[in-house]
């Protein structure tokens, strides 16, 4: 199993809505992150876990609360977003720091 | 500072062309990975190819090749006969022993091939 799967492909939430995406991956690897993507730009970190422990936050607002349940499992806690934080979320893993990123395929969210 | 530069925005090639995408990178760091994602309209970055700076050996995989000088900070990506369904967004990154935890992404190359 080479895949890193997220939960959901589309999401659309109001302002005052909690929302959770997941993403998950088997493939043994100690290292996990979050990525945020406009349109027509490349990925932007924002966090970073190595052996489930929180190692980076690019100073992403409190809105955004990542949690890492195992080893194989990252959530992103979703809370009173506004419309500019629609956008393509990415999970990427990794066998460790350094190595070679491994994607999903992304949730594309919506705020209205 | 780590920096990598796509000059190519936009590229269209009419299919069966040769295309190359270009990539510049800045880095002081002597150890340091380069990478080519790419990603298709579904969304998914695909990874392609890692290299490691005391690696500089060109590699070919099927109709892809890559070509790596440390002379010229260069690590340019060449899809032979291209296909349409080479159509994508092209991501040259880095990682350096400095920034170990971040990858660096390029602007990107987008990549149309006309049938």
């Known amino acids: 199993d080479t895949e890193v799967t997220q939960t959901p492909k589309h999401l659309v939430m109001g302002m005052t809505n909690k929302k959770s995406l997941k993403c998950e991956q088997h493939?043994?690897?100690?290292?996990m992150y979050w990525y945020k993507q406009k349109a027509k730009k490349p990925p932007e970190l924002m966090f970073v876990?190595?052996?489930?422990?929180?190692?980076i936050n690019e100073s992403v607002p409190s809105r955004f609360s990542p949690e890492c349940p195992n080893s194989s499992l990252l959530n992103l806690h979703l809370h009173a977003l506004q419309p500019e934080d629609s956008a393509l979320y990415l999970c990427?893993?990794?066998?460790?720091?350094?190595?070679?990123?491994?994607f999903g395929s992304g949730t594309q969210l919506s705020v209205l | 500072a780590q920096k990598v530069t796509q000059a190519q925005t936009e590229i269209s090639v009419v299919e069966k062309e040769d295309v190359t995408l270009d990539c510049v990178y800045e880095t002081r760091d002597t150890t340091y990975y380069l990478f080519w994602y790419k990603q298709p309209p579904s969304g998914e970055l695909v990874f392609l190819i890692r290299?490691?700076?005391?690696?500089?050996q060109n590699e070919i995989s099927g109709r892809y090749s890559w070509n790596f000088q440390k002379s010229t900070s260069s690590f340019n990506f060449t899809i032979t006969a291209s296909q349409v369904v080479d159509s994508a967004v092209y991501f040259c990154?880095?990682?350096?022993?400095?920034?170990?935890?971040?990858?660096?992404f390029g602007p990107g190359t987008s990549l149309s091939v006309i049938p």
């Open positions: 290299r490691n700076s005391f690696d500089e």
């Open positions: 990427a893993s990794s066998h460790e720091l350094q190595a070679s990123p491994f």
């Open positions: 493939m043994g690897h100690r290292a």
């Open positions: 876990y190595s052996y489930e422990k929180l190692s």
């Open positions: 990154a880095l990682i350096t022993s400095f920034s170990y935890d971040k990858v660096i």
